[in-house]
C-alpha cells in the first residue's frame, strides 16, 4: 500500500521508556539541542549494522512528530532507507508495509543506535573526546589498511607494505658485559617462521617487550592486529598502544564480539556448513569437558540443519535448537544443555561482521571480567572462526627477496592456559597459516607452558624471547636454545633469543624507543 506522506509528517514516533531515559541523557552530556538530533544519529548508527535490531525496550515515551524527525526535505530518503533495510530481512512482509510497521522500524532502530551510544558513552568514562573519537573510529567503516584495486569477485582487495618487517630489539651482549653488534630480526624472512614466543616470568618485562614489537610490525607491514588479553586486561587500557595500533577495544563479555563466528559463503557447500558446526564443538568441547560419543552427535544432529539453513546463527538461536532437539528426542539434560545455558547467559558475540570485515580490522579484546569458562570458550571460538577464514585465503605474495607480506598479527598476552589445552584452531594458525601472511605471538610466564604439549609449538616459532625465569624443563629449554641456558640469572632488560641466521643462542640487552 503506497504511504501518504501527509500522513507520515503528523505520524508520532516514538522509543522505549528506557532508552528515551538514556537519549535524555546523552543530549544534555553531549550538548545537543534538539531531541531529533539524537535520534537521528541512533538511527544511523543502527542502520549501519549488519542485522536487524532485535531487543526492543517496553514502554513508549521520547515522542516526535515525523516531520521534526527526520526534516521535511530529507523524510522521503529516511522512509525508504529505513523500509528498504527492513525489508532485507523481513521479505515476506512487502505486502505488508503501512505508517505502523514505519512506527515499529523507527522505534527499533531508535531504541538500538540510543543502546550502541550510551555504551560508548559509559566505556569512554563519559569523556566527550574520547567519544566522538571512538565513535568515527567505530562505526565511520574507515578502512585499517589502503584499499586498492577490485578482484572478479567484486571485493576490494587490501594492499599490505612488502619487503621486509624488520624487528630492532637491542644489542648483543658480550662475555665481558658490552655491548656488540645491533640485532635485528626479519619476521617475514625466508626460511623461518613469522611467529614469536616471549617467555618470563612476572614482572620480567614481557608484556612491553611485546607492546614495542606490536608497534613496530604495524608500522611496517600496514596490516591489522588482532592482540587477545587473557590477563587483568590492562592493555585495554594502554591508549598510546591502542591508537598505535588504531584498534578498537573490546572487553568480553560487557561487549560481544561482533563477529558472523559461523559464516559461510556457500550455503549451498554441506562440507563448509558441516565444518562451521564442527568449529563450534571443538570450542564447545574444551569448556564442557570431554564429550561423549552419544553427546558429540546428539550435537551434530541438533546443529547441522540449523547450520545448513540460517545465516548470521546468534547463541541464542543455537540454545533454542539444543532444548528443542532434546525436548523432541526425551532426553535428559545432561552437560551439553547445562554449559549451553551458561554460556548463553551473556552476549559473547554477535554476528554482525564478516570474517573479511572483522579480520580486516585491528581489536584488542580483553576478558578481565569474564568467567574461566566464558574466558576459554570466546578464545577458543575466536581461534577457530580465524583458522576456518584463512583456510579460504589465497597465500600471501612473496616479494623477489623471498619477503612474505604480512597480512593479519594475532597477539595473545598470558597465553599459558591456552597453550596447554592442546586446541585445534591454534594449532592450526600456528603450523598451517604462516602461507597466508599470518604471524603469531605467544605471552607466556615459561618455556615450560610449552613443553609436554601435544603440539610442539616451539618448532613453528622463528623468534624466541626468554627474560628472567626459573625454567626448569630442559627438553623444552635445550630444543629450543640449542643447548644449555641459564635464565634465572638475567638482569631486568636482558633476554635470551636465537639468531635465526646462525642458528645459535644470544644474549641481548633490550633496547626500545619510548
Same mark, same amino acid.
Given at each position: 500500500?503506497?504511504?501518504?506522506?501527509?500522513?507520515?509528517?503528523?505520524?508520532?514516533?516514538?522509543?522505549?521508556?528506557?532508552?528515551?531515559?538514556?537519549?535524555?541523557?546523552?543530549?544534555?552530556?553531549?550538548?545537543?539541542?534538539?531531541?531529533?538530533?539524537? +535520534?537521528?544519529?541512533?538511527?544511523?548508527?543502527?542502520?549501519?549494522?549488519?542485522?536487524?535490531?532485535?531487543?526492543?525496550?517496553?514502554?513508549?515515551?521520547?515522542?516526535?512528530?515525523?516531520? $521534526?524527525?527526520?526534516?521535511?526535505?530529507?523524510?522521503?530518503?529516511?522512509?525508504?532507507?529505513?523500509?528498504?533495510?527492513?525489508?532485507?530481512?523481513?521479505?515476506?512482509?512487502?505486502?505488508?508495509?503501512?505508517?505502523?510497521?514505519?512506527?515499529? *522500524?523507527?522505534?527499533?532502530?531508535?531504541?538500538?543506535?540510543?543502546?550502541?551510544?550510551?555504551?560508548?558513552?559509559?566505556?569512554?568514562?563519559?569523556?566527550?573526546?574520547?567519544?566522538?573519537?571512538?565513535? *568515527?573510529?567505530?562505526?565511520?567503516?574507515?578502512?585499517?589498511?589502503?584499499?586498492?584495486?577490485?578482484?572478479?569477485?567484486?571485493?576490494?582487495?587490501?594492499?599490505?607494505?612488502?619487503?621486509?618487517?624488520?624487528?630492532?630489539?637491542?644489542?648483543?651482549?658480550?662475555?665481558?658485559?658490552?655491548?656488540?653488534?645491533?640485532?635485528?630480526?626479519?619476521?617475514?624472512?625466508?626460511?623461518?617462521?613469522?611467529?614469536?614466543?616471549?617467555?618470563?616470568?612476572?614482572?620480567?618485562?614481557?608484556?612491553?617487550?611485546?607492546?614495542?614489537?606490536?608497534?613496530?610490525?604495524?608500522?611496517?607491514?600496514?596490516?591489522?592486529?588482532?592482540?587477545?588479553?587473557?590477563?587483568?586486561?590492562?592493555?585495554?587500557?594502554?591508549?598510546?598502544?591502542?591508537?598505535?595500533?588504531? +584498534?578498537? *577495544?573490546?572487553?568480553?563479555?560487557?561487549?560481544?564480539?561482533?563477529?558472523?563466528?559461523?559464516?559461510?559463503?556457500?550455503?549451498?557447500?554441506?562440507?563448509?556448513?558441516?565444518?562451521?558446526?564442527?568449529?563450534?564443538?571443538? +570450542?564447545?568441547?574444551?569448556?564442557?569437558?570431554?564429550?561423549?560419543?552419544?553427546?558429540?552427535?546428539? $550435537?551434530?544432529?541438533?546443529?547441522?540443519?540449523?547450520?545448513?539453513?540460517?545465516?548470521? $546463527?546468534?547463541?541464542?538461536?543455537?540454545?533454542?535448537?539444543?532444548?528443542?532437539?532434546?525436548?523432541?528426542?526425551?532426553?535428559?539434560?545432561?552437560?551439553?544443555?547445562?554449559?549451553?545455558?551458561?554460556?548463553?547467559?551473556?552476549?559473547?558475540?554477535?554476528?554482525?561482521?564478516?570474517?573479511?570485515?572483522?579480520?580486516?580490522?585491528?581489536?584488542?579484546?580483553?576478558?578481565?571480567?569474564?568467567?574461566?569458562?566464558?574466558?576459554?570458550?570466546?578464545?577458543?571460538?575466536?581461534?577457530?572462526?580465524?583458522?576456518?577464514?584463512?583456510?579460504?585465503?589465497?597465500?600471501?605474495?612473496?616479494?623477489?627477496?623471498?619477503?612474505?607480506?604480512?597480512?593479519?598479527?594475532?597477539?595473545?598476552?598470558?597465553?599459558?592456559?591456552?597453550?596447554?589445552?592442546?586446541?585445534?584452531?591454534?594449532?592450526?594458525?600456528?603450523?598451517?597459516?604462516?602461507?597466508?601472511?599470518?604471524?603469531? $605471538?605467544?605471552?607466556?610466564?615459561?618455556?615450560?607452558?610449552?613443553?609436554?604439549?601435544?603440539?610442539?609449538?616451539?618448532?613453528?616459532?622463528?623468534?624466541?624471547?626468554?627474560?628472567?625465569?626459573?625454567?626448569?624443563?630442559?627438553?623444552?629449554?635445550?630444543?629450543?636454545?640449542?643447548?644449555?641456558?641459564?635464565?634465572?640469572?638475567?638482569?631486568?632488560?636482558?633476554?635470551?633469543?636465537?639468531?635465526?641466521?646462525?642458528?645459535?643462542?644470544?644474549?641481548?640487552?633490550?633496547?626500545?624507543?619510548?
Amino acid at each position: 500500500m503506497p504511504l501518504d506522506m501527509n500522513e507520515l509528517f503528523a505520524a508520532n514516533f516514538s522509543i522505549s521508556t528506557i532508552a528515551a531515559d538514556k537519549a535524555r541523557k546523552l543530549k544534555r552530556d553531549l550538548g545537543f539541542d534538539h531531541n531529533y538530533e539524537i +535520534a537521528r544519529l541512533a538511527m544511523g548508527l543502527s542502520l549501519g549494522q549488519e542485522r536487524y535490531p532485535d531487543n526492543v525496550g517496553t514502554g513508549s515515551s521520547g515522542s516526535i512528530r515525523g516531520n $521534526i524527525l527526520f526534516g521535511k526535505d530529507d523524510y522521503p530518503l529516511w522512509v525508504g532507507v529505513l523500509l528498504t533495510n527492513y525489508l532485507q530481512f523481513h521479505p515476506d512482509d512487502e505486502e505488508s508495509v503501512s505508517i505502523s510497521l514505519l512506527q515499529a *522500524v523507527v522505534r527499533a532502530h531508535w531504541d538500538n543506535g540510543v543502546r550502541i551510544m550510551a555504551d560508548l558513552w559509559e566505556q569512554c568514562d563519559e569523556d566527550e573526546n574520547k567519544f566522538w573519537i571512538k565513535l *568515527v573510529r567505530s562505526y565511520a567503516d574507515l578502512p585499517d589498511v589502503v584499499q586498492h584495486e577490485v578482484s572478479g569477485s567484486g571485493t576490494v582487495s587490501p594492499s599490505y607494505s612488502p619487503g621486509a618487517v624488520r624487528l630492532v630489539l637491542g644489542h648483543v651482549l658480550r662475555k665481558n658485559g658490552e655491548t656488540g653488534d645491533e640485532f635485528a630480526h626479519d619476521v617475514n624472512g625466508k626460511g623461518y617462521a613469522p611467529h614469536i614466543a616471549i617467555m618470563g616470568q612476572a614482572g620480567s618485562g614481557k608484556t612491553r617487550v611485546m607492546t614495542h614489537i606490536l608497534q613496530q610490525m604495524k608500522k611496517q607491514a600496514q596490516c591489522p592486529v588482532i592482540l587477545v588479553d587473557l590477563g587483568k586486561g590492562d592493555l585495554g587500557r594502554n591508549d598510546a598502544l591502542i591508537q598505535s595500533l588504531g +584498534a578498537t *577495544v573490546l572487553s568480553v563479555p560487557e561487549q560481544p564480539i561482533p563477529l558472523d563466528m559461523f559464516h559461510v559463503a556457500d550455503m549451498s557447500d554441506t562440507n563448509l556448513t558441516t565444518a562451521a558446526m564442527e568449529n563450534f564443538r571443538d +570450542a564447545f568441547a574444551q569448556v564442557a569437558g570431554k564429550l561423549g560419543p552419544k553427546q558429540s552427535d546428539n $550435537i551434530a544432529e541438533a546443529l547441522l540443519p540449523l547450520f545448513r539453513s540460517q545465516q548470521r $546463527i546468534t547463541f541464542q538461536k543455537i540454545k533454542e535448537t539444543v532444548d528443542a532437539f532434546y525436548a523432541d528426542h526425551g532426553l535428559s539434560k545432561d552437560s551439553v544443555v547445562s554449559t549451553v545455558n551458561s554460556l548463553t547467559l551473556r552476549e559473547l558475540f554477535r554476528p554482525e561482521l564478516s570474517p573479511d570485515e572483522f579480520f580486516g580490522k585491528s581489536w584488542v579484546v580483553t576478558f578481565a571480567n569474564a568467567r574461566t569458562e566464558v574466558k576459554t570458550f570466546a578464545v577458543c571460538l575466536l581461534l577457530s572462526a580465524l583458522d576456518f577464514y584463512l583456510k579460504r585465503q589465497p597465500e600471501a605474495a612473496l616479494d623477489t627477496d623471498g619477503y612474505r607480506s604480512l597480512h593479519l598479527v594475532l597477539a595473545i598476552d598470558e597465553a599459558r592456559e591456552l597453550l596447554g589445552m592442546n586446541h585445534v584452531g591454534l594449532a592450526n594458525n600456528i603450523r598451517l597459516h604462516r602461507s597466508k601472511g599470518l604471524s603469531v $605471538i605467544l605471552v607466556s610466564q615459561s618455556p615450560d607452558d610449552y613443553d609436554g604439549k601435544k603440539d610442539d609449538y616451539l618448532e613453528n616459532i622463528g623468534l624466541p624471547l626468554c627474560l628472567k625465569t626459573n625454567a626448569a624443563s630442559p627438553r623444552s629449554l635445550k630444543n629450543m636454545f640449542k643447548g644449555d641456558v641459564n635464565f634465572a640469572s638475567l638482569q631486568p632488560g636482558t633476554c635470551y633469543s636465537v639468531d635465526a641466521r646462525a642458528s645459535r643462542p644470544v644474549l641481548l640487552k633490550l633496547q626500545f624507543d619510548n
